[in-house]
């Protein structure tokens, strides 16, 4: 997922810059046209020098200007990704009001769909996938803790079949996807557990067992809906919890209804 302060510093990096360049590009510019006679004669030498060497200076302020203006739209601000987040977390409040546990116990996590994923770890896994294969990508999630992740789940476009997880499960249908009373794994699992999870949760044996073996914890319930920006597919918004039950579908996608709108307005251009 971003990493807030690494989004900041990029941003505002990018939103400085361009303007600099512009502001240069401009000053190299002028610099070739007419000099007023009532100019110093070291302004004037000032002047000619710069225009002597002005011509790649100035194309590179200006692409470097087009591509930073580009860039910091691209990214959004700061205080868009923060909006996202509380509404993530105003979902994850919603959905566990009154239940018992840690927080983190229950999670409301945003995938992306892209076409490209620079994970080597996430396409090398899978033999037959390539980079370019379609991935849903994690790039936001509810609370404060465990906001890195690597997970990058398969979801291409022509075999949607091959989607894995409940992400996957539910980006290739564009329906929700409710799974309770997944078994208990941490302890000591037996293979029919870690069987049953696998194909409930539409992930492969494998998979479940590398999370096992890092001590990432299995949530025993999961609930994926759609995200779509401008009436498109955008992604998936996956909530799990340690729970046995989520709450009844129905509800769930009402409380979503609540926040859907609004957190597709802020995901346009994104």
């Known amino acids: 997922m971003r990493r807030a302060w690494l989004h900041a510093f990029i941003y505002g990096w990018f939103e400085v810059t361009k303007w600099a360049a512009a502001v240069l590009a401009a000053l190299l510019s002028a610099s070739r046209s007419v000099i007023p006679a009532s100019w110093p004669s070291l302004a004037e030498t000032i002047v000619l020098w710069v225009r002597e060497f002005a011509g ?47 927080v983190h116990n229950h999670r409301v996590t945003l995938f992306k769909w892209k076409r490209w994923t620079w994970n080597v770890f996430a396409w090398s896994a899978r033999k037959k996938l390539w980079p370019w294969s379609g991935w849903l990508v994690p790039v ?30 539910v980006w290739a249908s564009n329906e929700t996807v409710v799974v309770n009373g997944l078994p208990d794994l941490h302890g000591n699992p037996t293979k029919q557990d870690i069987e049953k999870y696998a194909a409930a949760s539409f992930a492969s044996e494998e998979w479940i067992e590398q999370r096992l073996e890092k001590g990432s914890r299995c949530a025993r319930s999961f609930c994926g809906m759609p995200v779509e920006v401008n009436n498109n597919l955008w992604g998936v918004i996956v909530i799990d919890s340690q729970i046995e039950e989520l709450p009844d579908s129905s509800e769930l996608r009402r409380a979503y209804g609540l926040y859907g709108r609004l957190l597709g307005n802020m995901l346009q251009g994104i």
């Open 56 to 102: 790649w200076p100035l194309f590179a302020c200006v692409v470097y200007s087009a591509v930073a203006f580009g860039v910091s739209a691209r990214l959004k601000p700061p205080r868009t990704w923060k909006a996202i987040h509380d509404c993530l977390d105003d979902l994850q409040d919603y959905f566990f009001k009154g239940v018992e546990g840690p």
């Open 140 to 169: 936001g999630r509810s609370g404060h803790t465990m906001q890195h992740s690597w997970t990058r789940l398969p979801a291409s476009p022509k075999n949607p079949d091959s989607a894995e997880g409940i992400a996957g499960r």
